[in-house]
């Protein structure tokens, strides 16, 4: 549920930076933002960063069951367009920790994200997992934890398939979106992603590649090895150096 700001306009309430924010009030706005959805607006001194969780299952246009933690793309979409118009926000850390989920959704999300002009910096924390790889390679600049993973598989369904031509032609040039997404926004190319989605060898029970953290680094998927911290030093670099160009 988004609240109104002060001038009307629907979104997230005004920078809790800001010196006429009570320190008790920005502290509970900060928990509200947490609990409703997964973000939260932070500073370091002139400096304001939206902080925004992926997490769970991606959800698309069907609601998964209440048990299953979920990342709903209406919710996320919106939030990232009002995060690139609000003039008081600097940069987006965005922190990674999903099973994968709904691919139009979480192509979606990645395509927004990938189009911000302002800085962004993203982080597999636990895992990144099917279509978490292209929301993490969407940032401008990628980190990975060393203890975390990520799992380059084949697009999947659930429920009724038709086994004729037309179902796997599609499912090919799903497969294709994909792959030439997460070449066009890493150092990997396309041709050697498919090679990872498709690799036969490594999964017992499914087709696929699963990467570590330094793996997925030596492979051109992420750009770096990282804690939270470093991160979070690199989008304040990213926007010092936005703020000089300007």
């Given amino acids: 549920m988004q609240k109104k700001n002060t001038d009307g306009r629907d979104g997230f309430v005004p920078n809790p930076c800001g010196e006429e924010a009570a320190n008790e009030e920005r502290s509970d706005q900060k928990q509200d933002d947490i609990n409703e959805s997964g973000s939260v607006i932070t500073c370091h001194k002139d400096k304001t960063i939206h902080c925004l969780t ?5 959800e698309g246009h069907y609601l998964l069951s209440q048990q299953t933690k979920t ?5 996320i979409i919106p939030l ?29 999300i990645a395509e927004v994200v990938s189009g911000m002009k302002k800085p962004s910096v993203s982080i597999v924390l636990g895992g990144g997992h099917s279509i978490g790889i292209p929301l993490a390679v969407s940032a401008k600049k990628s980190f990975i934890a060393k203890s975390a993973s990520m799992t380059a598989h084949p697009v999947r369904t659930t429920g009724l398939t038709l086994g004729v031509p037309q179902t796997f032609e599609y499912f090919k040039r799903m497969q294709e979106r994909i792959n030439n997404f997460v070449a066009e926004h890493s150092k990997v190319s396309a041709e050697r992603y498919a090679q990872m989605v498709l690799n036969t060898g490594e999964l017992v029970m499914d087709v696929g590649t699963i990467l570590d953290g330094e793996r997925a680094v030596s492979e051109g998927l992420i750009d770096a090895v990282g804690t939270v911290s470093d991160a979070i030093d690199a989008l304040y670099e990213m926007i010092e150096e936005n703020s000089e160009r300007e």
């Fill in 71 to 75: 990342t709903k793309y209406e919710h």
């Fill in 54 to 58: 992926i997490i769970g299952q991606i």
């Fill in 80 to 108: 990232l367009v009002s995060i690139e118009e609000d003039e008081r926000i600097d940069g987006l850390l965005i922190l990674l920790n999903t099973v994968g989920g709904d691919v139009e959704a979480g192509l979606a």
